[in-house]
């Protein structure tokens, strides 16, 4: 390949390198039928700290993002004998949208619509060969930050600010999600509302930087007490709902207990004093007409386990 770049041009683009050093964990995958072009843009991304993987065709490339999550950048040559960028292109969008996965098709000026069919089939983007150094840098650099970006603000509008547990508009578009997977499945759906017992007195005794700090402590406990795969987020102030699949009514009663005495076990420190809290928790486990019918069931539960006194669970 004539490439239009010397050793000055190289010095000149790490300053660029600086500007995504943060990236070091972001993983690239270079896609081109030559060994040698590939090992040469391999080189030039490490030297953004960028980790890259390498395919010769559109099939393997198939085969190894399937393999590897967590790739955010494709780069693929156009002409290769297996699978043609633009069919590889096309498949990877019926897989992974624009804004998770960027891909910039590289190739050699062949016909004079070949960038925009690229485009077309779903493409970020397009740089013909051979090209500046940093130009490649440039463009590589902004559709990896425009997928950094769309990731934090999805992370951001999931998220709770304060516990960094689901919000209540997430929790309950995924909540709806396993409760249409659990009609379907003909399984149960634990549906657990809980609060924090008297948890005035620890705003008016200790104020609400303790407060809050104490409901980032139970958000934690609560985390470490469930499975991966069940959801739980903030519903309100000091309440908390989690949705458990899979469990049999003994294991409800477990995972609640567990919980339960996790947060009376624990010891909150806050400026020389120990603060402790205790929880009450309302669950539900079968099928209910909606997943709000299923919501109100756990509420009148947790009502009767503070009307019972407190630091207790009702199902
Ligand atoms: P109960 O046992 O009946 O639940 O008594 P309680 O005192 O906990 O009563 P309630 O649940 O009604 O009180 C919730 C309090 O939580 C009221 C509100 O000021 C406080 N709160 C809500 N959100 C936050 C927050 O983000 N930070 C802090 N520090 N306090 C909050
Ligand atoms: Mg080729
Ligand atoms: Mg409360
Ligand atoms: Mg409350």
Redesign the pocket.
């Known amino acids: 390949y004539l490439l239009k770049n010397s050793p000055h041009e190289i010095d000149q683009v790490a300053t660029l390198v600086r500007r995504i050093d943060h990236n070091r964990h972001v993983r690239v995958l270079v896609v081109d039928d030559s060994r040698a072009f590939r090992a040469y843009l391999a080189k030039l991304l490490n030297l953004h700290h960028l980790q890259v993987l390498e395919a010769k065709d559109g099939r393997e490339a198939l085969d190894i993002i399937k393999d590897h999550p967590g790739i955010e950048l494709v780069i693929t040559d156009y002409c290769m004998p297996e699978m043609d960028g633009l069919a590889l292109v096309s498949a990877l969008r019926q897989l992974y949208p624009r804004f998770e996965l960027a891909i910039i098709g590289l190739s050699e000026q062949s016909s004079v619509d070949l960038s925009l069919r690229l485009l077309k089939s779903g493409a970020n983007d397009f740089i013909y060969k051979p090209f500046l150094v940093e130009e490649f840098y440039c463009r590589v650099i902004q559709n990896i930050e425009q997928i950094e970006l769309i990731r934090t603000i999805r992370d951001v509008s999931v998220r709770d600010y304060?516990t960094g547990l689901y919000n209540r508009r997430y929790l309950f578009e995924a909540g709806e999600t396993l409760y249409a997977a659990a009609r379907r499945r003909h399984i149960n759906l634990a549906t657990v509302i809980l609060?924090?017992?008297?948890?005035?007195?620890?705003?008016d005794n200790y104020g609400?930087?303790a407060?809050?700090r104490v409901?980032r402590e139970v958000a934690r406990i609560l985390s470490f007490g469930v499975r991966q795969s069940d959801l739980i987020g903030r519903y309100?102030?000091?309440?908390f709902c989690i949705f458990l699949t899979g469990l049999e009514s003994n294991d409800l009663e477990i995972v609640l207990e567990r919980l339960r005495s996790a947060v009376e076990a624990t010891r909150i420190s806050h400026e020389g004093t120990e603060i402790q809290v205790t929880i009450?928790l309302g669950a539900t486990l079968n099928l209910a007409d909606s997943l709000q019918a299923m919501i109100d069931r756990a509420d009148a539960c947790l009502y009767q386990a503070?009307q019972g006194g407190?630091n207790r669970f009702v199902i």
């Open positions: 304060l609060d924090i017992d008297h948890f005035k007195r620890v705003n609400h930087l407060g809050d409901i309100g102030g000091e309440e009450s503070k407190r």
